[in-house]
């Protein structure tokens, strides 16, 4: 599985981002919603943590406890698109976001190359 993210950049605190992730090259007989699809983030010198989780349909989300009331996380299965909409962001904020692929009943995990986010003045 390939993922490509987009949307990130230079923000203001207090400001918004939205950030995309294009997923393609599924396995044989798989499709988009067969995988749960997530946002990490990693801070210069801190470990890599969940921003926000969505599984296939929706049904099923999760938050980042230092994002929560902040973020969306959204997917359209027929583009094979996830997009995670943060507001009121705060320089704490700024870190590489990586977008994943799972499917946890395979085992198997795809993450994208990463995007930038900086909150400053």
């Known amino acids: 599985v390939q993922l490509v993210e987009s949307g990130g950049g230079l923000v203001q605190p207090g400001g918004s981002l939205t950030l995309s992730c294009t997923a393609s090259?599924?396995?044989?007989?798989?499709?988009?919603?067969?995988?749960?699809m997530s946002w990490h983030r990693q801070a210069h010198g801190k470990e890599r943590e969940l921003v926000a989780a969505?599984?296939?349909?929706?049904?099923?989300?999760d938050y980042g406890d230092s994002v929560k009331g902040r973020v969306t996380i959204s997917r359209d299965n027929r583009k094979n698109l996830v997009t995670l909409q943060m507001s009121n962001l705060k320089p704490e904020d700024t870190a590489v976001y990586y977008c994943?692929?799972?499917?946890?009943?395979?085992?198997?995990?795809?993450w994208g190359q990463g995007t930038q986010v900086t909150v400053s003045s």
């Open positions: 994943k692929a799972a499917r946890p009943h395979i085992g198997d995990t795809y």
């Open positions: 969505m599984t296939g349909f929706g049904h099923g989300k």
């Open positions: 090259g599924f396995a044989p007989g798989y499709m988009f919603s067969n995988y749960v």
